[in-house]
């Protein structure tokens, strides 16, 4: 989402099955009823935002909450403590500026690059997230 967004409308991303991970701008203020709701292919989500936007009801039902959030270092704990973004409290981290890191192993040559927060492994011409889903 650009910067320039500071809400987003009740249930306007419901059931979005297809959407693998989410990076909210800097300028989000509030996420209404619903917004996220049965997005369950999510993996990953990054939120900008130094202080947590207010949340609706139900914005990420039917979402795990064990996939990471990832926030501004300074905010960290103001997520783990804010209604909704607290549902994510264990696996709540701060974002990191780009990392890119060669990685030898047994199995052959990988890169793993950190790219805003998000973790991705290159290996064999593909890209993968840390939970080791493919990413196209």
Avoid: H
């Amino acid at each position: 989402m650009p910067n320039t967004v500071t809400y987003i409308k009740n249930r306007a991303f419901n059931e979005c099955v297809a959407m693998t991970s989410i990076k909210f701008g800097s300028s989000l203020k509030s996420i209404e009823y619903g917004t996220f709701s049965g997005c369950s292919s999510l993996t990953a989500i990054t939120c900008e935002a130094v202080n947590p936007p207010t949340l609706g009801d139900d914005v990420f039902y039917e979402v795990d909450k064990t996939i990471p959030l990832y926030v501004p270092a300074q905010s960290v704990e103001a997520y783990q403590a804010a209604d909704g973004w607290k549902d994510f409290k264990d696996n709540t981290y701060p974002i990191l500026d780009e990392a890119i890191d060669q990685v030898q192993s047994d199995k052959g040559q990988s890169t793993k690059a950190l790219r805003n927060g998000i973790l991705y492994i290159e290996r064999n011409g593909k890209t993968y997230n840390a939970m080791g889903a493919e990413v196209k």
